[in-house]
């Protein structure tokens, strides 16, 4: 399995607090993204990164921003938390571009309410 | 209409059947993907395919670029195999980003 480590698995959080997520992977792969799972929806990405502090966003990025200071990390930080973006997130790594037929590897998700 | 469709939504079965997931996609791509969610929450990337058919044990997947198609078969199923299996695609041919189908649930009972 690939070394993808979420933090933290569970949270739950008032309305209006910064939340902030953690990817840490020991793969040394250049593209990481964040990924939120609700219900009745596929995966939706917020955010992704294709190196050190190159980022940017995806379909559902409003409310969200992330940092890449190193290949190894990937933060993802409300910065204001509302009830909609109680969620699961997940964290995932290629190696290259998803173009270019480069499989993705999973965290295992943090499950995240907002109350 | 959603750009990736999957279906049935929702499957049981008993162990031994043979399973058939169905993907429809609306979009031109480059590969398409299956994936594994487990119970537990964990995702699992199974297969990237471009063309033909890839098998990996008991799982074969298959894609018509054509038909904008693919199925994910499971041959002798088995309770371990219950999850959700999703499929996803790029939208364009020049991008980093994935859509992804709302999964199928299978349930299979001993």
């Known amino acids: 399995d690939a070394g993808i480590t979420q933090s933290p698995r569970h949270k739950v959080t008032e309305t209006g607090t910064p939340v902030t997520l953690r990817c840490h992977q020991t793969e040394n792969h250049r593209y990481m993204y964040w990924y939120r799972q609700d219900p009745g929806h596929g995966l939706r990405l917020i955010h992704y990164s294709y190196g050190v502090k190159d980022t940017d966003k995806g379909e559902v990025s409003d409310g969200y921003s992330v940092s890449r200071s190193k290949t190894e990390d990937f933060l993802l930080t409300l910065e204001s938390a509302t009830s909609s973006q109680t969620s699961v997130y997940f964290c995932?790594?290629?190696?290259?571009?998803?173009?270019?037929?480069?499989?993705?590897?999973f965290g295992n998700g943090t499950r995240l309410t907002v109350t | 209409k959603n750009e990736v469709e999957q279906s049935p939504q929702n499957l049981t079965a008993q162990e031994g059947e043979f399973i058939t997931i169905n993907c429809s996609y609306s979009?031109?791509?480059?590969?398409l993907h299956w994936l594994q969610q487990h119970p537990g929450g964990g995702i699992v990337s199974l297969f990237m395919?471009?063309?033909g058919k890839k098998k990996h044990g008991r799982l074969i997947a298959t894609i018509n670029i054509q038909e904008k198609h693919s199925s994910l078969h499971i041959t002798a199923s088995h309770p371990r195999d219950s999850a959700v299996y999703i499929c996803a695609v790029p939208p364009t041919y020049n991008t980093d980003k994935l859509i992804f189908g709302t999964g199928t649930r299978l349930q299979v009972f001993p």
């Open positions: 979009v031109g791509i480059s590969a």
């Open positions: 395919l471009s063309s």
């Open positions: 995932a790594i290629s190696e290259r571009r998803i173009i270019g037929n480069s499989p993705l590897h």
